[in-house]
């Protein structure tokens, strides 16, 4: 029996009997269970024109013996595609940070970039962090790169041949909340100095000198560029992080969007809700969270681009499937010569791509044989592909007819 109060053994019978896969039957006793609960009392008949439906919109929707699928895809993906813009849009609802959209990122995601041209994370906040604006601010200074122009002044005496550094207050209290002595954290930051310059330093109070080993002008100029590269408190990868408030699942809570990404650094921090979190570079997917979470990630960003540009039609089982391509092997592949076309057993699919006189060349120095089982190469050839009709081999047989 079902977990579900209203289902009877009658209603189970007449859903197991379908042709619905495990999942799509759970989804129709919760549904079931669902109708008895709004109306009262739910029929055999009923359920039976439930489960009927159901079962009839999945076979509608089931691809066809030979159908080529990939053709298919390429085209639902590629015609939307001359539809989109070149540009850098804002991200959806922060106006405060620029993130690639359009055919750009399209572009990005089935080359599988390395790095995204605008790389960002969007944190979600565990229990009172999520509530709590200060709690929620501890978390952006854990995250968001401290460098020293954000925590005073900077300034070069040439002629005593120091660096002086007069440090606030009041942002050292706000970036190190737990700390009640400013003078306290001036004394990390002067540690951090030495350990990162290789420099001694004088603190007193919130100021902070130090020189050259050594009396010269290039080297204190230096000291200043270096100075100001040190990361004394966040992720170094990470250069902004805005907060918003927003409304998830019909509760209030602040949502962290970063400028930067370092995916397996913030899943670490404090506060931070590792199960919700995410972030728009699928190869930090893939390194923290494996192949599947990459999967999901390729179809949710390209379906996500796809409807920034009001090209929400596209079937999701289109971008599936280029999901699936690009992660069969348990890596991920690009779509193009260095990936999945480059990587064709057929010889004339992988010169019909690009380069096709070295690909040519080398099958040819090789001793190659190409099969021509493939769509490309059949075309080539002036061949009926293998799809399709084209996949029937019709005979005609002979049969003598006789006294049996």
Not at 160 to 172: F, H, K, Q
Not at 218 to 241: A, H, N, S, T, Y
Not at 274 to 285: D, F, G, K, L, Y
């Amino acid at each position: 029996m079902t977990e579900y109060d209203h289902v009877t053994d009658d209603m189970e019978a007449v859903v197991g009997a379908t042709e619905l896969p495990a999942r799509l039957k759970d989804e129709v006793y919760e549904a079931i269970n669902r109708k008895a609960e709004e109306t009262g009392e739910v029929t055999v008949e009923q359920a039976t024109d439930i489960a009927t439906g159901v079962e009839n919109r999945y076979i509608e929707t089931r691809v066809d013996p030979l159908d080529p699928v990939g053709t298919v895809s390429a085209q639902s993906i590629g015609e939307p595609g001359t539809q989109m813009t070149m540009n850098t849009f804002h991200y959806a609802g922060v106006a405060e940070i620029d993130v690639t959209q359009g055919l750009p990122r399209l572009i990005e995601l089935v080359d599988a970039r390395k790095t995204p041209d605008t790389p960002m994370m969007t944190v979600h906040l565990d229990d009172e962090y999520g509530t709590d604006r200060e709690k929620a601010h501890e978390v952006v200074w854990s995250i968001e790169a401290t460098r020293i122009l954000a925590l005073g002044d900077v300034s070069t005496n040439v002629a005593d041949m120091l660096v002086r550094i007069d440090l606030n207050d009041d942002t050292l209290l706000e970036r190190w909340p737990t700390h009640s002595d400013p003078s306290k954290v001036a004394a990390i930051i002067a540690e951090t100095i030495e350990d990162s310059l290789g420099v001694n330093t004088r603190q007193s109070g919130t100021v902070v000198e130090f020189g050259p080993n050594e009396p010269s002008y290039r080297e204190l100029l230096q000291l200043v560029e270096r100075l100001r590269e040190i990361v004394f408190k966040g992720i170094e990868e990470i250069e902004r992080v805005v907060i918003r408030k927003e409304e998830i699942d019909g509760d209030e809570e602040f949502v962290l969007y970063t400028e930067g990404s370092a995916f397996g650094d913030a899943l670490d921090i404090e506060g931070v809700d590792a199960s919700r979190t995410t972030c728009n570079n699928i190869h930090e997917i893939y390194r923290n969270l494996g192949v599947e979470a990459a999967r999901e990630t390729i179809i949710d960003e390209t379906k996500n681009t796809l409807e920034e540009q009001g090209l929400d039609d596209v079937n999701v089982r289109h971008l599936m499937l280029v999901a699936d391509m690009m992660t069969t092997n348990g890596e991920i592949d690009s779509i193009g010569r260095h990936g999945i076309s480059g990587s064709k057993d057929s010889v004339l699919a992988r010169a019909a791509f690009e380069v096709t006189v070295n690909h040519l060349l080398d099958a040819a120095i090789h001793g190659e044989y190409d099969e021509l089982d493939g769509v490309i190469e059949n075309v080539i050839a002036g061949k009926p592909i293998s799809l399709g009709t084209g996949d029937v081999d019709l005979r005609m047989g002979s049969r003598v007819v006789g006294d049996d």
